[in-house]
């Protein structure tokens, strides 16, 4: 009996695998610890900012990380690579549970995010562009809108594990969980078929060129460092912005959660839309709306407004980090796809931490947000600008490839 793998629609057991551990293991990364920052107060009576630098650790593990487990991944298949991840990843949240001092937390966030997350992202979105060389921009869009949807879902269900079983308890919980299912998930994943001559054509005729991967890595930190500070100030600020404008705190956070949950469709809307007209194409039109809707914001006083204008917003914004992913695979030849995905991303959470720091510190500088908010917008024009470069090159590229 042949290998499943070989099978056509296994790709799509590849996406849906792909889609549940990114909602799982990133949605619990990225900002699944916001739901223990409350909880750890009141149990050890840390400051809150001693606290938070707890998902820092996890950020930053996570970037570092990335540099080595997407080359792993390239050098010793995907599986094993994430497999390793889910397994690391699951025992530092089950050993989180018995942690007693912020450095035991420091430390086993780092290490789930050097040694378990980042063996999970890369890996995964790498596998997705090798398993889909034509119309990789559906997929990638697919198994990011599960991160998204794990980025809201994640926090939503801790607090209610805290509820039901304390600090130590719902670490316990989401430990077990990630056992049951991340590795399973991690079971299914395969090497794709052996790329036919004809699917090198078709990917060809769809206006991608594969260019060299330092080419694609520099161009594509630079620009994703400058779209995460972009997209990170209204992702850590839009909640004290509507707040200072006197709305509740429950108020101000449903504004974010609405803008998350229209993110989830925007992020397959525009992996389809990349499909259509190229990879680039669709993340500058990703970026463009993002940067010419992001200092509008700062002019919007009603509720009503906010509510309107976030989900118009988050639409066009998911679809930046889907056009980052899915210009990689269009560009990075197959060999090398999980390195350069490594090394960019971490790029990508560098520009995070940037956004959401400075965010905070013209915000203290100027008692204002306006400031804040037209750095995130210059940050997008730059992107584009960038961008734009790597688009020409890639057309010089598939030039001189047809002119041979």
């Known amino acids: 009996m042949s290998d499943t793998s070989e099978l056509p629609g296994y790709r799509w057991v590849i996406v849906t695998a792909s889609a549940l551990s990114l909602a799982l293991a990133m949605g619990t990364m990225v900002n699944g610890l916001s739901a223990f920052v409350v909880p750890l107060e009141e149990l050890h009576g840390w400051e809150r900012g001693d606290i938070s630098l707890i998902n820092v650790a996890g950020l930053l593990g996570m970037a570092f990380g990335g540099l080595f487990m997407g080359r792993n991944a390239d050098r ?14 699951a025992l530092c949240f089950l050993a989180t549970s018995l942690a007693s001092s912020l450095w035991h937390y420091y430390l086993l966030m780092f290490v789930a995010g050097f ?43 801790s607090s209610y594990l805290i509820l039901w079983f304390g600090v130590n308890g719902a670490f316990a919980a989401i430990g077990a969980a990630m056992l049951l299912v991340l590795v399973p998930l991690a079971m299914l994943m395969r090497p794709p078929p ?75 809307f525009f992996g389809k839309l990349a499909d259509y007209i190229g990879a680039l ?34 639409f066009g914004y998911a679809g930046v980090m889907t056009g980052v992913l899915v210009t990689i695979a269009a560009l990075t030849h197959p060999s090398k796809r999980g390195t350069v995905m490594g090394v960019v991303t971490m790029f ?7 956004g959401g720091y400075l965010g905070g510190w013209l915000y203290d500088l100027t008692t204002s947000y306006s400031q804040a908010y037209a750095l995130a917008a210059i940050s997008g024009l730059l992107n584009l600008v960038i961008v734009a470069t790597l688009y020409m090159k890639t057309r010089q590229a598939g030039g001189k490839l047809a002119s041979a």
């Open 76 to 89: 010793f298949g995907t599986r094993p690579v994430v497999l390793t991840g889910s397994i690391v990843l």
């Open 115 to 157: 040694f378990g997350a980042a063996a999970i992202f890369p890996p995964l979105m790498a596998a997705l562009g090798n398993w889909f060389p034509v119309g990789a921009g559906l997929a990638i869009g697919i198994a990011s809108a599960g991160q998204a949807l794990g980025q809201g879902f994640v926090p939503f269900l």
């Open 194 to 268: 052996r790329l036919s001559l004809a699917a090198q054509s078709a990917h060809a005729s769809h206006g991608n060129t594969y260019l060299p991967p330092r080419t694609v890595m520099i161009f594509m930190s630079f620009a994703i460092v400058l779209c995460c500070t972009c997209m990170s100030v209204p992702l850590m600020h839009l909640v004290p912005l509507i707040q200072g404008c006197g709305f509740a705190p429950d108020q101000a956070g449903s504004v974010l959660f609405s803008m998350l949950l229209v993110a989830i469709a925007g992020r397959v």
């Open 281 to 314: 194409p669709a993340y500058m039109t990703a970026t463009a709306w993002m940067t010419l809707l992001v200092y509008g914001f700062v002019k919007l006083e009603s509720l009503g407004m906010f509510y309107g204008y976030a989900v118009v917003y988050g």
């Open 348 to 354: 990508g959470w560098f520009g995070h931490a940037n």
